[in-house]
Each structure stands twice: as C-alpha cells, then as structure tokens.
C-alpha cells in the first residue's frame, strides 16, 4: 500500500477516516501495520489493508496468527485484548467465505495473465463505458479477483483505481498490479466497505450475482459513488441462458462440493470441448461458444472452475437489475443484454 492512499481509506462502520501506524515499509510502500479508527483497528498486512469487520475479521485474524506473533510487541494491548476467544460465523458470513475460497483458488492456481484481457475488460463494459471515461478517474473494482480489470483500469489513466475483494485472492491482485502508483488493493467485505463516497465509477463485474443477498451489495455499492458519478455492473442474464439454468446449475449441485485440486483436473474436459468447438467453427459470431473462439485455452479452464465451483449463482432479468437502480435512487439508467447471456446495466448517482 502506497503512503498517499490512506486518505482514502475509512472505518467501514462509523466513514471515520483511519490512521496508519507503520510497522515496516519499503520506500514509500507499507508493508506491514495498523489502521485506526476512534472505535476499531484494521491491519495492513503484506502490503494490504485488511479492513474487514465483526466476525470476518476475527476469522481472518485467527488464519493470520503470525501476524499477531510478530508484531505483538508493536500492537498495543488493547487491540489484542479485544480479540474473541472463538469465532462462530453467520451463515451468510460462510457463503461469503466459501465463495472466498473458491475463487482464491481458481485465481492463485489457474489464472494467467493474458493479451486479451484490455478486450474482455471493455466487452463488460460496454455499451456505456469506454477507455476515455477511465481517464483521471477515480474507479472501484468491486470483486476484483485477480486484479486483471483492476490492471486494466490502470493502464488507462487512471487517477486511482482500488481493487477490493473478501478472500485471499487480493494477494494475487497485489503481486499483479499492487506495484502500480495508482492501484490500491484492499481485502474488504463488499456489504461493509471502508470509503466515503469518493468514486467516478463503481464497477463490479461477474460478482453480484455469487453472494448472499445480491441486492444488498449493489446497494452497498452505491453509496460509494459520488454525485454525477456512475455505477455500473455485470451479471448473469436468466433470459436466453438455458444452458446454465438447465445443465451448468444441477451439475454445480455436485460439483462444488468436490475437492478443488480434482474438479481443476476436471474442468480440462468442458474446456476441452469448448477449445475444439471453437477450432472448427470459423467466427466469434459462430454458436454455441462463439464469445470464448477469441480466449486462449486457459482462460476457458478458467471459466469452467468458476462454473462448477462456486457455491452459488443467480440469474436475472434485466427487468429486476433495473429496479436495483432504481431503489438506488440513480438515474439516467441504461441496461444492455450480451449476446452470451450476461446483462451490462448502468446508472449515475
């Protein structure tokens, strides 16, 4: 974490603005350290902030014991003596961790970084959002995963752009774009997130749709945005998408609860048989698959694990996302239905 980007960070409950304590850094990059609120204390841990609250917190805390050893002598005693002596999650905190899991997996063991991925990331977000409109902007990342859009953002000119996800993916966020000036990546829950209302746009793609209560993060989402600013997600489309509904969801029944190392081996065979068909057909345009004949085989490897891993997905009209936008109070709301079965939907603040 870079020094000038604690100012923008806050106390996810009462927006106090936090302050750092710095147990080593490099040059200008905090490495390990403390954030603190009037009320609460959030560490910084190689490299990023880990601003999760209540329960989330203290099972991070527990799978991040080293921390606590090491620095002990530099974390006043009060932040340690308020640490529960046990952990005992909700069942929509499991979800959010299992769901945490899953993608940490598919992202630390199966991603690799590609030349398509400008191309992909502005497929999300069209019709409505084009590179020119990253430009000194200030972006939020919402379930930045592998931090491969959150790169991409970068790259564009971007004044600031933070990638912030639940699991231990953010690692594999930070090591690939957390060098850059204008990246801050923070592990962050997305219904509790740590920042007052600073952001141009507020983008999460392909993760709405995997959590408890969907809803409830675009919400979440929303009061992050400024006045004037735009929101704008992607998600899975319940309208012509029968192959997910009728095929990809009764095989995720059983296929989730499989070990990840094994279901990776495979998802060589669906990847496999989405690669050929893409060989043999001549355009993108071409079905079934034509939007993957552009990807290289891993990231439809890729693709195929999130499928069949995840412990839950939601499909949805665009009707229904647009009232999202509405509850919201946004306006100027636009909606558009990909051809491969996702909805891009947009609004400003």
Excluded at 86 to 113: A, D, M, P
Excluded at 224 to 232: E, I, M, Q, S
Excluded at 292 to 320: C, G, H, I, W
């Amino acid at each position: 974490m870079h020094l000038h980007h604690v100012r923008f960070l806050k106390d996810p409950n009462t927006k106090q603005q936090l302050e750092l304590i710095i147990f080593n850094k490099k040059g200008e990059n905090v490495l390990n350290g403390l954030l603190v609120s009037g009320s609460d204390w959030f560490p910084v841990v190689d490299g990023i902030p880990r601003i999760l609250v209540g329960n989330l917190k203290s099972e991070f805390l527990k799978c991040h014991a080293d921390f606590l050893f090491r620095f002990k002598k530099q974390i006043p005693k009060r932040f340690l003596n308020s640490l529960p002596d046990s952990v005992s999650l909700s069942s929509s905190e499991r979800h959010q961790v299992k769901t945490g899991s899953s993608f940490s997996y598919e992202w630390k063991n199966i991603y690799v970084e590609n030349s398509v991925e400008k191309s992909n990331y502005l497929h999300f977000l069209k019709p409505y959002l084009r590179e020119n409109n990253m430009k000194g902007a200030t972006i939020l990342d919402a379930g930045c995963g592998s931090g491969r859009f959150t790169k991409q953002a970068a790259s564009m000119q971007s004044q600031l752009i933070v990638g912030t996800d639940i699991g231990d993916t953010v690692e594999v966020a930070y090591q690939l774009s957390g060098h850059l000036k204008n990246v801050l990546i923070v592990q962050a829950d997305i219904y509790s997130l740590p920042f007052g209302r600073i952001f141009n746009i507020v983008h999460s793609i392909g993760v709405l749709h995997h959590l408890p209560t969907p809803s409830d993060g675009f919400l979440s989402l929303a009061n992050v945005a400024k006045t004037g600013g735009k929101v704008l997600i992607w998600v899975y489309n319940r309208r012509g998408n029968a192959r997910a509904l009728f095929l990809y969801e009764p095989l995720r029944i059983f296929t989730r609860l499989l070990p990840k190392s094994f279901l990776y081996k495979l998802c060589y065979i669906p990847a496999g048989i989405v690669h050929s068909i893409n060989l043999i057909t001549k355009k993108a345009s071409d079905p079934p698959f034509g939007y993957y004949r552009q990807f290289p085989f891993n990231m439809k490897l890729n693709d195929a694990f999130d499928v069949l891993a995840t412990p839950k997905s939601n499909y949805y009209y665009v009707e229904e996302i647009v009232s999202w936008f509405k509850r919201a109070g946004l306006k100027n709301i636009k909606a558009f239905e990909h051809p491969e079965a996702g909805i891009t939907c947009i609004g400003t603040k």
